[in-house]
């Protein structure tokens, strides 16, 4: 089955700077890639996914990255804010089964200070 | 806005209780699916549905049953509620089919088995 690795699982940055949570895959079959925030007390929250025939997505200051050959895929914050602070979850799929089980990484808790 | 509701956002139950969690999706969602959080450890699939009456196992099934008599209610059932079974359960729905794969999660259920 698919394994997801996802680093670091904590990251500090300040208010202003970018942040940058990396993901692996091991299942070359996996072609949707979603992200997902978790506030505190909340449930996680689609952000941004891509799928394997696009190479990078942006939606205002936050992107993901796909390297389909290497396997890995990026989230990239930028202009972080306290708000942005919560804990982020990459996951992975394959959507042609139909019923798009995800695998989620272990997440990573981001904390922007002001 | 597809809208994901749990019955409860916080449940106290006695070790050996028969233990129900309830998700209700208002947006004609073919897929449901729960998913256990524990620190540490990310969110694991318990079971998922891909239809009325139909139910696979996830990762993590044992200790788990589930129930889907209609198409917009998804139940997980601890039948013998265990002190291991403490955490946050979080039910999920996407549409299916062609492109249907971003899920859309519920608040959550914090569990505690005492």
């Known amino acids: 089955g698919e394994n997801v690795e996802q680093h670091p699982s904590t990251l500090s940055v300040q208010e202003g700077d970018s942040a940058v949570i990396k993901c692996t895959y091991s299942?070359?079959?996996?072609?949707?890639f979603p992200w997902y925030k978790q506030e505190l007390g909340k449930g996680p929250q689609l952000i941004i996914d891509i799928r394997s025939n696009v190479g990078e997505k942006k939606d205002q200051r936050i992107a993901v990255t796909l390297n389909k050959t290497a396997k890995h895929f990026s989230l990239h914050i930028t202009e972080t804010q306290p708000e942005d602070s919560a804990v982020y979850f990459c996951?992975?799929?394959?959507?042609?089964?139909?019923?798009?089980?995800?695998?989620f990484g272990k997440g990573t808790k981001l904390s922007v200070i002001p | 806005d597809v809208k994901v509701t749990q019955s409860s956002r916080y449940l106290v139950k006695r070790t050996g209780e028969k233990v129900f969690l309830e998700c209700v999706q208002d947006?004609?969602?073919?897929?449901m699916f729960w998913y256990r959080q524990d620190p540490g450890l990310g969110l694991r699939l318990i079971y998922f549905s891909y239809d009325v009456k139909m139910k696979e196992k996830g990762d993590i099934p044992e200790g788990y049953s589930v129930s889907r008599e209609k198409k917009e209610r998804f139940s997980l059932i601890l039948e013998s509620a265990s002190t291991n079974q403490t955490s946050m359960y979080l039910c999920?729905?996407?549409?299916?089919?062609?492109?249907?794969?971003?899920?859309?999660f519920g608040p959550g259920t914090r569990l505690t088995v005492t």
């Open positions: 996951a992975a799929t394959y959507s042609g089964a139909g019923s798009y089980q995800l695998t």
């Open positions: 999920a729905s996407n549409v299916g089919g062609l492109a249907g794969e971003r899920g859309y």
């Open positions: 299942d070359s079959a996996s072609n949707y």
């Open positions: 947006m004609d969602h073919e897929n």
